[in-house]
């Protein structure tokens, strides 16, 4: 499996397999605290003949003190695609968070139950 895009942005979306992601970024301003802003997670994950099947998907996100705070379940089938020795799955998340203060959060993706990639960002009081 390969992670060919895992991003947090304004927006994500599935259009007849093409993933749409607007407004990509890596820091959330807010003046009150606790914040809690609209954001997306784009995730499109390429898969290889021999990894067609199902599989188990979880994101979770972390404060700085590596506290779960929140945790998506989820799961996806792969199948052989009509054209070309892979498939190629898009995961679009629209949705939005609480934090309760400014620092350093991050998301990470585990497939079939093991970590697959981590992405950081900040929530800083402006």
Known sequence: MEIEIFTLCDYASDMNGKMVVVGTFDVIHSNVFPTQPPFAIALRLRFSEKEYGNHKVNIFLFDEEGKELAKVDGGLTVNKPNIGNHSSINLAMNMSGKFDKPGKYS?????????????SFYVVKS
Do not use: A, I, N, R
């Not at 998301?107 to 992405?119: Q, R, T």
């Open 107 to 119: 998301f990470e993706l585990h497939v079939d139950g093991e970590f697959k990639s981590g992405l």
